[in-house]
């Protein structure tokens, strides 16, 4: 149990600046005081103790802001930063080095009673301010939420979702030693899921259009000059009725010409 303690103090100040020392942690952080009691309220929840373990809860959620359910699965060095408005459901599991920011959801969108209605984050994920994850789908290791994101689907390893509905804009790269273990090379930490090239997803697809068209229209000017150069003339006269055309036949005779030619 101390060793847990000391992995949490060490990863939260690894995490925040403003973190100075192992006794502010204890005795200020609300997201500490929080997965501690978690602790506490699960174990009461897996020995069969349910209402003891939602009493546990609802004290956590009342002195905290955070409410974890006790059925919910945490892994080790767990951060949730600010944490208030976190709301975490029963089926929900986090895995190891994630960290979330206040005002996050980890919600069901099933009435199913028994089913995994809550998401799985695996190792390292980010879960930025406000964003909400809803399904029993899994965000996948390194991956990061950025704030304000409506997440409804999974996420794949190492990628960044952003808008609402979320969308993943900048998948990982997998390297070759990667691709055996399925996890990817443990990424720098980002603040609230923020990276230095998350553009929002309209304008990438806005400018890949544009580029298309760009390359596109080049490409019609090459075949218009090739054309020329066989002897063909194309007229591109504004109005529906005096459209461009094309001399077929001078361009097959052309064309025949140059192949005999060769």
């Known amino acids: 149990m101390f060793n847990r303690l000391r992995e949490d103090i060490a990863a939260i100040r690894e995490r925040d600046p403003a973190a100075r020392s192992a006794w502010e942690i204890v005795t200020c952080y609300p997201g500490f005081h929080a997965v501690v009691l978690h602790r506490i309220a699960h174990a009461c929840w897996c020995e069969g103790w349910r209402w003891l373990a939602r009493f546990v809860s609802q004290f956590a959620r009342f002195m905290t802001g955070i409410e974890i359910h006790p059925g919910a699965t945490l892994g080790r060095r767990v951060f949730i930063d600010h944490g208030m408005g976190v709301v975490v459901g029963e089926t929900a599991e986090i895995g190891d080095d994630c960290t979330i920011y206040q005002g996050v959801t980890l ?70 030693a990667q691709k055996e273990s399925g996890v990817p090379e443990r990424a720098a930490f980002c603040a609230y899921g923020i990276t230095p090239n998350a553009d929002d997803p309209m304008s990438l697809a806005i400018h890949g259009l544009i580029d298309h068209a760009s390359t596109q229209a080049h490409r019609v000017d090459e075949i218009v000059a090739a054309l020329e150069k066989l002897g063909t003339r194309i007229d591109a006269i504004s109005g529906v009725e005096n459209a461009a055309f094309i001399d077929l036949k001078r361009l097959s005779d052309a064309m025949k010409g140059e192949v005999a030619r060769r």
């Open 107 to 176: 919600g069901g969108t099933s009435l199913a009673r028994g089913a995994k209605r809550h998401p799985t984050l695996e190792r390292g994920v980010i879960v930025g301010a406000g964003a909400k994850v809803l399904g029993g789908f899994t965000v996948g290791a390194q991956a990061k939420i950025g704030s304000n994101a409506v997440v409804v689907k999974s996420v794949p390893a190492g990628g960044t979702a952003v808008g609402n509905p979320a969308r993943v804009v900048m998948p990982a790269a997998v390297k070759p």
